[in-house]
């Protein structure tokens, strides 16, 4: 079984340029997740789609960052425009339904360096 | 959420059995606790959740004490692809809320 795909792995831009991040979650996972990880620090939800439906996007800076996850499958996460402070690796997971004690598989993140 | 308290970091000699501490006292009756590890340059892995109960997998075994507020992670014979960060996180809703976890490092 495949699991979450994401790309590109790694991404180098200079600060007010726009980014894009893209996944793939697992095929048949109702649930997708993106997280944003700092050096040094555990993965912090950004964003949580059920189906194309974005049902959690409390803690999404929403002024640069928007996502998006059409037919339900495969979702992009956008940054326009990037800063400084969003070096940081961005993580996608996904999970069957999103059901509380449901695991959430993780994809290899893409590490975003803006200079 | 509650919260959880984990050490920094932990040392384990390659074969022995790895004990990984977790405080969450604060621990709400419907919240699991659940325990993801993360290998340098690789998205978090699932290990083990449970709610009540000890646990058992292939990976490792999480034992959680009767009062709920600590748990430890064992992995039985630790190698060296065991080191790794390693995550506790308590939640009764569907997202999770990673600390710092705690750096294991398997010593040759």
């Known amino acids: 079984e495949a699991g979450v795909v994401q790309s590109p792995r790694y991404k180098i831009i200079e600060k007010k340029q726009p980014v894009a991040f893209w996944c793939n979650p697992i095929?048949?996972?109702?649930?997708l997740y993106w997280y944003l990880q700092n050096l040094g620090q555990g993965p912090e939800l950004l964003i949580r789609y059920e189906n194309e439906e974005a049902v959690d996007d409390s803690q999404l800076p929403k002024d640069r960052f928007s996502a998006e996850r059409l037919k339900g499958v495969d979702s992009t996460l956008k940054i326009q425009p990037a800063e400084l402070g969003d070096s940081a690796v961005y993580l996608c997971?996904?999970?069957?339904?999103?059901?509380?004690?449901?695991?959430?598989?993780f994809g290899p993140g893409t590490r975003l360096l803006v200079l | 959420d509650a919260k959880t308290t984990q050490p920094p970091s932990m040392d384990c000699a390659e074969g022995r059995a790895a004990n990984l501490p977790c405080n969450h006292s604060?621990?709400?009756?419907?919240?699991?606790v659940y325990w993801y590890r993360q290998i340098h340059s690789q998205g978090p892995q699932y290990i083990i959740h449970g709610l009540k109960n000890n646990e058992t997998n292939e990976m490792a075994s999480l034992i959680i004490t009767e009062d709920r507020k600590s748990s430890t992670l064992i992995l039985p014979h630790a190698t060296l692809r065991d080191t790794a960060v390693y995550y506790c996180?308590?939640?009764?809703?569907?997202?999770?809320?990673f600390g710092t976890g705690t750096r294991l490092t398997v010593i040759p």
């Open positions: 997971a996904s999970s069957i339904t999103g059901a509380v004690g449901e695991t959430q598989y």
């Open positions: 604060t621990i709400s009756g419907n919240e699991y």
């Open positions: 996180i308590t939640t009764g809703a569907n997202n999770l809320f």
């Open positions: 095929s048949g996972h109702n649930t």
